[in-house]
Structures are given as structure tokens and as C-alpha cells.
């Protein structure tokens, strides 16, 4: 049985999307098997991927709304290795068409049953906001990972961001666990990342990931190359913090 992890936070730009890609393809190389969905209609997984958006048969939307059987939508091995469900524009069709339908949070959930066994990590890149996508996401996940920027505010932000995860599983998902906090972006100079970084420590505890993402050009770069940071540049920080975040996961017991 595959274990599904949302990687969501309500915030844009925090680093959902590089960590979705990048962690996908780190957990391939450890010869896992691998699916990533990509449930943001921007897209940016997909593109990270090498798979082009504009020329995609089938998106989440067919696999929401049009009862396309997950095995017909899925993309087989893309430049990061792992399979793929695609998003693009489409999905904000599916989120407007989710409201019409029957048990709409768990449509999610339902698709994914059949591909279940053929998997041993699910990852879905969420959308930044806390709509029906997102709600199903978190109801067909084991656990949340939040990647989160050290910055002002961010641990009021990150508190809100618990309490709705707690609210929400308390009606879709009641086994919903946070799988933990992944600082990203992260610059060991700037001293304010360090002093949110501790406080995030002593607020979360084991919760945050010992791996810390850095700030690295490379993570930005290998998108428009249509691959993750491993298989474009192999020796840089972002590419081998993201594999140390793979063996992390690995070893962690959620609880
Ligand atoms: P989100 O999915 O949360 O909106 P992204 O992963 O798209 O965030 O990241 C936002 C921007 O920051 C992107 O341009 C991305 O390439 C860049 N970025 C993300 N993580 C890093 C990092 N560790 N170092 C440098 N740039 C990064
Ligand atoms: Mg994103």
C-alpha cells in the first residue's frame, strides 16, 4: 500500500511545488516506487517534471470529474523518474465542478484506490489555498508535510495552518497526521531565519525535519529545464539536501 503525503501550505511561493518535484525524484533514486499527482492548476509540478501542460491528454480533472480510471491518466516515467498525474488550467475547472457532485471531498480518495498497490509513495503538490482541492488532498493522504520559509510571521501563519489541518481532519480524515515541517530556502547568514527557526524548534519539536532546504540557485534553475535539481546539477546543495530529506522520510515514524 502506498503512503500519500500532501505537501501543502496556504502561503504561495513558500516551496510546495520544489519540494513535491525534488523529493519525488530523491525517493525514485532510493528505487521506491512513485507517483506524483499535481493538483495546483498552475502546473508547475508537471512543467518541473519535463512533461509539457499545454499538451497533456489527462489532468487531475479528467481523474476528479470525468471518472477517467487513475491507470488512464497517469504519465509513466518522467525526467524525475517517478509517474505523474498532470495539472494544468484544467483544474480549476474540477474545483468548480467538485461542488456539483456526489461525496466531493473524496473523489480524490475513491481515484486513487485502484493504484494504491502500484505505488509506495504518493505525493500530491497542493494548490496555496484551502479549497476543495485541498480538502481532497488531505482527505486521501496518510499525512501533511508544510514546507515553510523562516520569516517573520511565519509561525503565526504555520499555527493557523495546524489548526485548519486539525479542523479539517477532524471531518474528512481522522487518521490524518502532520508528516512534518521542512524549513526551506533557508540561509544560515540571515539571523533572522535562525531565531524563527529555533522558536519553530521549541513550538513543533520532532515535527520539523532535521534536513534544512538552503537557498540554492540550482532548485530555481532546473524547472525550466524541464527536470529536478538531481539531474541537473547532482552536486549541489539544493539537489543533495532534498535527497537527505528522501532518507529522512524514510526513517521517520510518523505519529
Ligand atoms: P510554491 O509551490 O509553494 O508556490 P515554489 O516551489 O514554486 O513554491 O517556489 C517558489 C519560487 O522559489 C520558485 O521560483 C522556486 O524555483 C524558488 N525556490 C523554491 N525553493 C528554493 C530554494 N531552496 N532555493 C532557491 N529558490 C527556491
Ligand atoms: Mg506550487
Do not use: W
Not at 5 to 31: F, H, L, P, R, Y
Not at 131 to 145: F, I, R
Not at 167 to 189: C, F, H, Q
Amino acid at each position: 500500500m502506498a503512503k500519500v503525503i500532501s505537501i501543502a501550505n496556504q502561503k504561495g511561493g513558500v516551496g510546495k511545488t520544489t519540494t513535491a518535484v525534488n523529493v519525488a525524484a530523491s525517493m525514485a533514486a532510493t528505487k521506491r516506487r512513485v507517483l506524483l499527482i499535481d493538483l495546483d492548476p498552475q502546473g508547475n509540478a508537471t512543467m518541473g517534471s519535463g512533461v509539457d501542460k499545454y499538451d497533456v491528454e489527462n489532468t487531475c480533472y479528467e481523474l476528479l470529474i470525468e471518472d477517467v480510471p487513475a491507470k488512464e491518466v497517469i504519465i509513466k516515467n518522467t525526467a524525475g523518474k517517478y509517474d505523474l498525474i498532470a495539472g494544468n488550467s484544467d483544474v480549476t475547472a474540477a474545483e468548480i465542478k467538485l461542488m456539483e457532485v456526489f461525496a466531493r471531498e473524496l473523489r480524490l480518495r475513491r481515484a486513487l484506490e485502484s493504484v494504491q498497490h502500484d505505488y509506495d509513495y504518493i505525493f500530491i503538490d497542493c494548490p496555496p489555498s484551502l479549497n476543495q482541492l485541498t480538502v481532497n488532498a488531505m482527505a486521501a493522504s496518510d499525512s501533511v508535510l508544510v514546507p515553510m520559509q523562516c520569516e517573520y510571521y511565519a509561525l503565526e501563519g504555520l499555527t493557523a495552518l495546524m489548526d485548519t489541518i486539525h479542523k479539517l481532519a477532524s471531518v474528512v480524515n481522522p487518521n490524518l497526521k502532520i508528516e512534518g515541517v521542512l524549513r526551506t530556502m533557508y540561509d544560515p547568514r540571515n539571523r533572522l531565519a535562525n531565531d524563527v527557526s529555533e522558536q519553530l524548534k521549541r513550538h513543533f519539536g520532532d515535527q520539523v525535519y532535521r534536513t534544512v532546504i538552503p537557498r540554492n540557485v540550482r532548485l530555481a534553475e532546473a524547472p525550466s529545464f524541464g527536470t529536478p535539481a538531481m539531474y541537473y546539477d547532482k552536486s549541489s546543495t539544493g539537489a543533495k539536501a532534498y535527497l537527505a530529506l528522501a532518507g529522512e522520510i524514510l526513517r521517520r515514524r510518523v505519529t
